[in-house]
């Protein structure tokens, strides 16, 4: 139970609302409208050590600015911490404007995935007193103590960037935890209930669906990636601790399906095996998906995790264009991905895959050739994205160095495209960004469109969930219009 109430020192965590049409664009019928998961995890472990907290979770329950601000008087905290990415730091700095004006004692403290991209950019757009890079936990438990303690120095803590006098300033780097089962797990009950989030429906089975976090960073280097915040290192839960987690989902908050979020679920085989004989053992019986690489699973454990109760496996194929791939440094090849989605389908596993159109180097051609694999390969579900640059990671430099982006006006910018309200803020060299959007446009629609395709997703159909689905996707393709 939360005691932020009764509690003497109170930290508010706040997710701005993400509105579906700026997250999906012209898919905004079917926009991921999920949980952010970070802010739950500092608030766990500031709860253990006796700090009060609440979590705004606005993505779930999304409110005009009016009434975040009603939201924050009736909280009184102490401190007043921001997560935002990419797609919401506009809304961000807006509320911490409002903020500074009818609260201006409180400290504002942002973080998340914009931030630790870029540090000083993202102080700079907002009336921020300081900013958590990289990892949260240990750094806000830190900080909130020392605010608490009337410290006015907080340059001895690590993993901050602060302002002092005039400047920004870097403290040291936080070193990433490495022992993850020393975090208590995500602190659900301070969420709204799950059946306020709403999956892509070509993603869950049944709802409400639970996400997990089951480990965290990546190894490999694909250049259009952020991995700012949880870094290269590959870091896991043990099995148990998974597995308790996933009773506690279902069990406490009533998920009645599991998605893992983490960047690759199978890098690590034999602990997914050991995740998969817990959840045998304990009798388990929810449905879950995963995302992960194609060179990271084989036949064997792509049938226990079948056996287990996996149904879908999302795999980043990007592209059906060797060079393409060559380009962004998948580390794979296009016969790889053949391999890993016909041992998904071997294993009786649905397979979701997602595209990223419009990397550099890409052509008409390059992007015929990434539908044409998708067509080949009979994929259940395909997503085709556009790029989205993020500060600090290769491709930005890249993008940058060449003079190529076009602008960084974040209001306009989607990874789903939208053939009317966004402007691209970067098209590869040889592509308008009228061919760019009219391309993806016809990417899903001779995708989905196909009578082969739409006769085995009738005979696939099991229940009335299953009908609602189908069609919610089925409009919103429906409805996308080309320039």
Same mark, same amino acid.
């Given at each position: 139970?939360?005691?932020?109430?009764?509690?003497?020192?109170?930290?508010?965590?706040?997710?701005?609302?993400?509105?579906?049409?700026?997250?999906?664009?012209?898919?905004?019928?079917?926009?991921?409208?999920?949980?952010?998961?970070?802010?739950?995890?500092?608030?766990?472990?500031?709860?253990?050590?006796?700090?009060?907290?609440?979590?705004?979770?606005?993505?779930?329950?999304?409110?005009?600015?009016?009434?975040?601000?009603?939201?924050?008087?009736?909280?009184?905290?102490?401190?007043?911490?921001?997560?935002?990415?990419?797609?919401?730091?506009?809304?961000?700095?807006?509320?911490?404007?409002?903020?500074?004006?009818?609260?201006?004692?409180?400290?504002?403290?942002?973080?998340?995935?914009?931030?630790?991209?870029?540090?000083?950019?993202?102080?700079?757009?907002?009336?921020?007193?300081?900013?958590?890079?990289?990892?949260?936990?240990?750094?806000?438990?830190?900080?909130?103590?020392?605010?608490?303690?009337?410290?006015?120095?907080?340059?001895?803590?690590?993993?901050?960037?602060?302002?002092?006098?005039?400047?920004?300033?870097?403290?040291?780097?936080?070193?990433?935890?490495?022992?993850?089962?020393?975090?208590?797990?995500?602190?659900?009950?301070?969420?709204?209930?799950?059946?306020?989030?709403?999956?892509?429906?070509?993603?869950?089975?049944?709802?409400?669906?639970?996400?997990?976090?089951?480990?965290?960073?990546?190894?490999?280097?694909?250049?259009?990636?952020?991995?700012?915040?949880?870094?290269?290192?590959?870091?896991?839960?043990?099995?148990?601790?998974?597995?308790?987690?996933?009773?506690?989902?279902?069990?406490?908050?009533?998920?009645?399906?599991?998605?893992?979020?983490?960047?690759?679920?199978?890098?690590?085989?034999?602990?997914?095996?050991?995740?998969?004989?817990?959840?045998?053992?304990?009798? =388990?019986?929810?449905?879950? %998906?995963? #995302?992960?690489? !194609?060179?990271?699973?084989?036949? $064997? +454990?792509?049938? @226990?995790?079948?056996?287990?109760?996996?149904?879908?496996?999302?795999?980043?194929?990007?592209?059906?264009?060797?060079?393409?791939?060559?380009?962004?440094?998948?580390?794979?090849?296009?016969?790889?991905?053949?391999?890993?989605?016909?041992?998904?389908?071997?294993?009786?596993?649905?397979?979701?895959?997602?595209?990223?159109?419009?990397?550099?180097?890409?052509?008409?051609?390059?992007?015929?050739?990434?539908?044409?694999?998708?067509?080949?390969?009979?994929?259940?579900?395909?997503?085709?994205?556009?790029?989205?640059?993020?500060?600090?990671?290769?491709?930005?430099?890249?993008?940058?160095?060449?003079?190529?982006?076009?602008?960084?006006?974040?209001?306009?910018?989607?990874?789903? =495209?939208?053939?009317?309200? %966004?402007? #691209?803020?970067? !098209?590869?060299?040889?592509?308008? $960004? +009228?061919?760019? @959007?009219?391309?993806?446009?016809?990417?899903?629609?001779?995708?989905?469109?196909?009578?082969?395709?739409?006769?085995?997703?009738?005979?696939?159909?099991?229940?009335?969930?299953?009908?609602?689905?189908?069609?919610?996707?089925?409009?919103?393709?429906?409805?996308?219009?080309?320039?």
């Amino acid at each position: 139970m939360n005691n932020y109430d009764r509690a003497g020192f109170k930290v508010l965590l706040i997710s701005p609302p993400l509105s579906v049409a700026k997250q999906a664009g012209s898919l905004k019928g079917i926009a991921n409208v999920l949980p952010t998961m970070g802010i739950g995890y500092i608030a766990s472990l500031l709860e253990r050590h006796g700090i009060g907290v609440r979590i705004f979770d606005y993505i779930g329950e999304p409110k005009i600015l009016e009434d975040m601000l009603k939201d924050i008087s009736d909280a009184s905290p102490d401190i007043i911490g921001i997560t935002a990415t990419i797609l919401t730091i506009s809304t961000s700095n807006e509320l911490a404007e409002e903020i500074r004006n009818r609260f201006p004692g409180i400290p504002i403290i942002i973080g998340g995935p914009q931030l630790c991209s870029a540090p000083e950019k993202t102080m700079s757009s907002g009336p921020y007193d300081i900013g958590v890079v990289g990892e949260g936990e240990e750094t806000m438990l830190e900080l909130s103590n020392a605010i608490k303690s009337g410290v006015k120095d907080f340059s001895g803590i690590r993993g901050l960037i602060i302002k002092k006098d005039g400047k920004l300033v870097f403290t040291a780097p936080r070193p990433y935890i490495e022992d993850l089962d020393l975090l208590p797990p995500p602190a659900r009950h301070l969420y709204p209930p799950l059946h306020k989030y709403n999956p892509v429906p070509a993603s869950y089975i049944k709802k409400p669906v639970g996400l997990m976090i089951s480990s965290r960073g990546c190894p490999y280097q694909c250049i259009f990636c952020d991995r700012k915040v949880f870094g290269n290192k590959f870091r896991a839960h043990s099995p148990k601790y998974v597995v308790d987690e996933m009773e506690n989902v279902i069990n406490v908050h009533g998920a009645r399906e599991i998605r893992f979020m983490d960047d690759t679920f199978t890098l690590d085989i034999k602990r997914v095996d050991e995740i998969c004989d817990e959840i045998l053992k304990r009798r =388990i019986k929810v449905p879950w %998906t995963c #995302l992960t690489r !194609v060179n990271t699973v084989n036949l $064997e +454990i792509l049938k @226990k995790m079948k056996k287990a109760g996996c149904w879908q496996v999302i795999y980043g194929i990007e592209a059906g264009d060797q060079r393409m791939l060559d380009i962004i440094k998948k580390g794979v090849t296009v016969e790889q991905n053949e391999t890993g989605i016909k041992l998904a389908k071997r294993a009786g596993l649905n397979v979701r895959a997602t595209f990223v159109f419009g990397l550099p180097g890409e052509t008409l051609d390059t992007i015929k050739n990434t539908v044409n694999f998708a067509k080949r390969m009979n994929l259940d579900v395909v997503n085709f994205f556009t790029v989205i640059l993020f500060p600090g990671n290769e491709l930005y430099s890249m993008a940058k160095k060449a003079g190529k982006i076009l602008h960084e006006n974040y209001d306009e910018y989607t990874s789903l =495209i939208d053939t009317e309200e %966004t402007h #691209l803020h970067y !098209v590869p060299e040889g592509i308008t $960004e +009228i061919q760019m @959007k009219n391309a993806i446009v016809e990417a899903y629609r001779t995708y989905y469109f196909r009578p082969g395709y739409i006769l085995r997703q009738l005979f696939s159909i099991k229940n009335a969930e299953d009908i609602l689905r189908y069609w919610t996707a089925f409009k919103s393709v429906v409805s996308m219009r080309k320039v």
